[in-house]
Structure formats: structure tokens, C-alpha cells
């Protein structure tokens, strides 16, 4: 990342930091990719239809280099993804997002 790309430019115009959504959508693509390497492409479609949250601990500045690592987890409504994101080793966000799985005989989510 470089103070240079579009999604920086005035997004604290002051403090340029990496938008945190875009570290969310990177967890979320590495999520989908870890469900599709399963062998099962509907789960790819079921991250789509859960709950998450996210919580960003450091700001990502230009010129950082973001290390995504993604796990599934058991909760209380059957499944869920975890997410961090780490700079040099150090957190810098880590999310939590349930799983609606699709249904196989209606093709909606549970």
C-alpha cells in the first residue's frame, strides 16, 4: 500500500490510514477462499448472510504490510469465522462473523 493509492485520498486526509472496511472485505475474501478450497462453493455464499463484528486495534499506515489469517469456530448458532489482521506481528484488527448456511431444499439461508 502507498500514500498514492485512490482509496487513501481523503480518508483523513491529515493521518493517511487504510480504510478498516477494506481490511474487513480482505477477511472476508480469505473466509470465501478458505470455503472454496473446502470443496463445498455454496459455504462461499453463506458468509454472506451472517452477523459480524470487527474490532480494529492499530491503524494500518502506507506502506504496511497486512498479514490476513482466517480459522472456522463453533458458536452457539452452529459456525463461525475468525479474522485477524497483523502488521509486523502486531494485531491491527480481528473480526467474528457467524455463518447462515444455505438451505439445500429451498436454496435460502437457515
Keep these: 500500500m502507498s500514500e498514492t493509492d485512490f ?16 481490511l474487513v472485505e ?8 478458505l470455503f472454496t478450497l473446502s470443496g463445498r462453493p ?3 455464499e453463506a458468509l454472506r ?4 463484528a470487527a474490532r480494529f486495534l492499530r491503524p494500518v ?12 469456530t463453533r ?11 497483523r502488521v509486523d506481528g502486531e494485531l491491527c484488527v480481528k473480526t467474528i462473523m457467524t455463518v447462515s448456511r444455505p438451505c439445500a431444499a429451498t436454496g435460502g439461508a437457515t
Design 7 to 22: 482509496y487513501l485520498q481523503g480518508h483523513f486526509p491529515a493521518f493517511s490510514v487504510y480504510p478498516g472496511m477494506l
Design 61 to 72: 499506515l502506507p506502506g504496511d504490510t497486512v498479514e490476513l489469517l482466517v480459522r472456522l
Design 75 to 85: 458458536d452457539k448458532s452452529g459456525f463461525a469465522v475468525a479474522g485477524e489482521g
Design 42 to 44: 455454496e459455504d462461499k
Design 26 to 33: 480482505g477477511i472476508v475474501q480469505a473466509a470465501e477462499k
Design 49 to 52: 448472510t451472517g452477523d459480524w
